[in-house]
């Protein structure tokens, strides 16, 4: 399996252990799709509202399409174009 580098938390209504196995769904409402990748926790915090948590995940697939669609995701929300829109919230 190729290791994919996560960015950002992924919210989660329960705590989860570190290393624990994960199988996430993404839905990327925009363009209809979904992506569908498993993973390693890396982490694991509480978040603010003190009763969810949020995740830090190692995804790994063997699926190039995947691939594909997890690395442009990873330069969507690191692109400057991004960063702006969301300095505007």
């Not at 399996?1 to 570190?18: D, I, N, Y």
């Not at 624990?20 to 979904?34: A, C, N, S």
């Not at 690395?71 to 829109?85: D, M």
Request: glycine residues 4%; aromatic residues 8%; contains cysteine.
């Amino acid at each position: 399996m190729r290791p994919l580098r996560g960015r950002r938390p992924h919210p989660v209504t329960e705590k989860l252990a570190v290393k624990q196995k994960v199988r996430l769904k993404i839905t990327l409402e925009k363009y209809q799709d979904e992506i569908e990748i498993g993973g390693e926790v890396k982490w694991c915090i509480p978040s603010t509202n003190k009763k969810d948590f949020y995740i830090g995940v190692k995804f790994a697939t063997d699926d190039a399409a995947t691939t594909r669609k997890m690395t442009a995701l990873q330069e969507w929300f690191t692109s400057p174009q991004y960063q702006a829109l969301r300095s505007r919230r």
